[in-house]
Nanobody, 120 residues
Framework: QVQHAESGGGLVQPGGSLTLSCVIS????????MAWYRQSPGKQREWVAA???????DYADSVKGRFTISRDYAKNTVYLQMNSLKPDDTSVYYC??????????????WGQGTQVTVSS
């Protein structure tokens, strides 16, 4: 069973930066396509960023130019570098594999996620 372990969240002031990590484990294809998602209280979970098997990236408009997704193939780890953080970025962040097809539908059960709080 594929598992995702997210980490790196915390409390940061507006304009600050954080880097999230997601370690992938279990019976998976090598280098799966991976994405980050987030969910705020009372809101639906939303897609944030994605990286393909070959490293091609895509971003939601709300984070484009501020967030960077990357991966370390040797460590089976995906990162989300978040800069210029805003209070609206406050959410629990999750990673997951996604199905190809364009809408980034998640494949696996959700992990625990990591809380990001942007506040002064």
């Amino acid at each position: 069973q594929v598992q995702h372990a997210e980490s790196g969240g915390g409390l940061v002031q507006p304009g600050g930066s954080l880097t999230l990590s997601c370690v992938i484990s279990g019976a998976i294809d090598s280098n799966p396509a991976m994405a980050w998602y987030r969910q705020s209280p009372g809101k639906q979970r939303e897609w944030v960023a994605a990286v393909t098997r070959t490293g091609i990236t895509d971003y939601a408009d709300s984070v484009k130019g501020r967030f960077t997704i990357s991966r370390d193939y040797a460590k089976n780890t995906v990162y989300l570098q978040m800069n210029s953080l805003k209070p609206d970025d406050t959410s629990v962040y999750y990673c997951n594999r996604y199905y190809s097809g364009g809408n980034y539908s998640p494949v696996d059960s959700w992990g625990q996620g990591t809380q990001v709080t942007v506040s002064s």
